[in-house]
């Protein structure tokens, strides 16, 4: 029986992973397509490579917080977990399926979160839930929009301001910072491992390291492409770094999402071969990041352009550099509370961002009605799939 549900389980976990990317995709082409700035092919096979790189290689931190951040796992008989884990993994795959033929962008992580607390309630009760936690992750939810929305606004501004100093072929000089920004901050988050002042030290040293010869690259490569044309120039160099951007997005969503899939299956692995979750510091298994992260780009080249549309074009009308502010800033918004292990929403960040970048521009700019529907399916999500999964785990257990 126990084999019959590891197969439930992988089931469910691929398909999250799937949808994940299919739904998700938008997060970080839709802004590219929107503005014209990359064909939606091109588009495509860009996300689905980031997307499996952030995912192998950042895929670990909020995975663990799926695993073990939610409920005390350790707590539930290891045959209630099994069961309990398959469940949320389906029901949220399903759930999100059906959304994601609607064109509304998703946020799968809020979902499978309300899954684990569903199954949690059914298997352990409330004893069992880490509501505390629990409390952190929503305050969470509720403030990445909103940063996204605050931070694509100011950054808008800033580099409208900005665009004034550097014009023509002078932009590549605060493209080239801009760009170093972006890679700084990853290779940074990555390597900050804890707040002593030597890992900080070596963090900032092998950032800057990475982020000085990538610039140095992007500089010698866009200073040699770019057009004469000093309008022309200014396009073209935005136009990279919008692709850069997108390309960052999708390591960061790739590093966030793949928990989705990998923290909840690692957790039916352990009841299933170990008889138990432990207490102590768990690692998701490299195979479970490498499934989760394939599933995410396969995802993404066989669906990945069902929500562009509504996330690149229906929320506010989008130039090259627009794009490129709202890619830019929800980018390092989500490395940030990846690097943190919240299984935040990385749709959050990126609806947030654009919509910001819309209100710098006015009001008007923004599909407001449009907005709210989008955020009122995240939390609709949560609760539908919590219910399900609840419904469905006291049921077999029960029997």
């Known amino acids: 029986m126990n084999q019959l549900w590891l197969l439930v389980a992988g089931i469910g976990a691929f398909i999250v992973a799937w949808i994940d990317g299919a739904n998700n995709a938008a997060n970080s082409i839709g ?24 995912g192998l290689i950042y895929g670990r931190f909020v995975s663990i917080t799926l695993l073990k951040g939610i409920v005390d796992a350790s ?50 009760g409330l004893g069992c839930i880490y509501w505390d936690n629990i409390a952190y992750i929503v305050a969470a939810w509720v403030a990445v929009p909103f940063l996204g929305v605050l931070v694509g606004f100011l950054e808008y501004k800033l580099f409208s301001y900005l665009r004034t100093l550097f014009t023509g072929r002078r932009a590549l000089i605060s493209g080239s910072l801009l760009f170093f920004i972006t890679v700084f901050m990853a290779i940074f988050l990555y390597f900050f491992e804890t707040e002593s002042i030597g890992s900080i030290a070596l963090s900032i040293a092998i950032g800057l ?8 690259l992007y500089y010698y490569y866009v200073s040699r492409k ?34 989705n899939a990998g923290g909840p299956l690692t957790g039916v692995l352990l009841a299933l071969f170990t008889g138990q979750v432990p207490k102590t510091r768990i690692e998701i298994p490299f195979p479970v990041l490498a499934f989760s992260a394939i599933g995410i780009s396969i995802g993404i080249l066989t669906w990945g352009y ?22 830019f800033s929800a980018s390092q918004l989500v490395l940030l509370v990846t690097r943190l292990g919240l299984p935040t929403s990385t749709t959050g960040a990126i609806i947030g961002s654009i919509t910001g970048v819309g209100l710098a521009r ?38």
């Open 31 to 54: 802004a590219p397509i929107g503005s014209k700035a990359i064909s939606v092919k091109q588009a495509l096979i860009l996300s689905s490579l980031f997307e499996l790189v952030g």
């Open 75 to 124: 707590s539930i008989p290891a045959g209630d977990l099994i069961v309990g884990m398959s469940i949320a993994l389906l029901v949220t795959g399903i759930l999100v399926t059906i959304v994601t033929r609607m064109k509304i962008p998703m946020s799968i992580s809020q979902s499978i979160v309300g899954g684990i607390i569903g199954f949690g309630l059914a298997a352990g």
């Open 209 to 216: 390291a990475g982020g000085l010869l990538a610039t140095g």
């Open 226 to 259: 770019m057009p004469i044309d000093e309008f022309e120039a200014r396009n073209f160099i935005y136009k990279t770094l919008l692709i850069s951007s997108s390309a960052t997005m999708a390591f960061s969503h790739g590093a966030h999402d793949v928990s």
């Open 306 to 327: 069902s929500v562009v549309e509504t996330v690149g074009e229906r929320i506010t009308p989008l130039s090259v550099e627009s794009a490129f502010v709202a890619q």
């Open 362 to 399: 006015g009001v008007s700019y923004v599909n407001i009605k449009l907005v709210g529907k989008i955020i009122g399916f995240w939390f609709l999500g949560v609760v539908a799939t919590a219910a399900l999964t609840f419904l469905l785990t006291y049921t077999i257990i029960s029997i």
